[in-house]
């Protein structure tokens, strides 16, 4: 549509630098950059999310940044010379670009956690109530061997049982600057929810 009014245009697909991205496989992002051809600045537009995320966006950098995340650039580019069909190849695509990521960049991209779980999710005996959280807790160390990597910032975070069966977790900041987390009683607690609490933290430190 950019492109029939006469604009310059690139289309960007770039792959989530998060722990789904790493343990899926399949999470991505796409955005356009835009030419202006009075300034001759790149606008780069989310129109997922409907934001300009830049007026002035460097068409050389590798990192895409958006209301959804930060993501590594697998390609930008005429969107007909666009390399994926399907979502099997979409898959490809997102595994070769993973590979790509320096190390650097997940250090600084990725969080670990100092988990603690709180009485509330464990058992009488002081196993966990929910099947899902051994899992849960590894998944930072088995994320950070997988990539060859040690972020450079930890975390601290309480796993608390919100009181309900199903719905939202929440999180809540603490003064001394670690997080609780409230955990519905069924929670997958896939990387899903790790990505979510990664994404609220830097929200909250105004880090991202």
């Given at each position: 549509m950019?492109?029939?009014k006469?604009?310059?245009a690139i289309?960007?697909?770039a792959?989530?630098l ?19 051809p ?29 209301p ?11 969107l007909d ?5 399907g979502?099997p ?12 990521v320096p ?7 990725l969080?670990?956690f100092?988990f ?14 929910n ?14 061997a997988?990539?060859?990597i040690?972020?450079?910032?930890t975390v601290k ?5 919100s ?10 900041p ?11 009683e069924h929670s997958?607690?896939?990387a ?7 994404a609220r933290?830097?929200?909250g430190?105004?880090?991202?």
């Amino acid at each position: 549509m950019v492109e029939s009014k006469g604009f310059e245009a690139i289309y960007i697909d770039a792959v989530a630098l998060n722990y789904s991205a790493v343990e899926n496989g399949d999470s991505g992002h796409t955005g356009v950059a835009v030419k202006d051809p009075d300034s001759g600045n790149w606008i780069l537009v989310d129109p997922t999310y409907d934001k300009i995320v830049s007026g002035d966006w460097d068409p050389a950098s590798a990192l895409y940044e958006s209301p959804a995340g930060r993501f590594w650039i697998g390609y930008k580019g005429p969107l007909d010379k666009y390399p994926v069909t399907g979502h099997p190849g979409l898959r490809a695509f997102y595994a070769e670009t993973l590979k790509s990521v320096p190390k650097d960049v997940w250090e600084k991209a990725l969080l670990a956690f100092d988990f603690t779980v709180d009485d509330s999710l464990k058992t009488k005996d002081g196993g966990y109530s929910n099947p899902n959280t051994e899992a849960f807790l590894t998944r930072p160390a088995r994320t950070f061997a997988a990539l060859g990597i040690h972020p450079s910032r930890t975390v601290k975070v309480t796993l608390k049982f919100s009181g309900k069966k199903t719905g939202g977790d929440e999180m809540v900041p603490e003064a001394d600057g670690s997080w609780t987390c409230l955990v519905q009683e069924h929670s997958r607690m896939s990387a899903g929810l790790t990505d979510w609490i990664m994404a609220r933290i830097l929200r909250g430190t105004d880090r991202r």
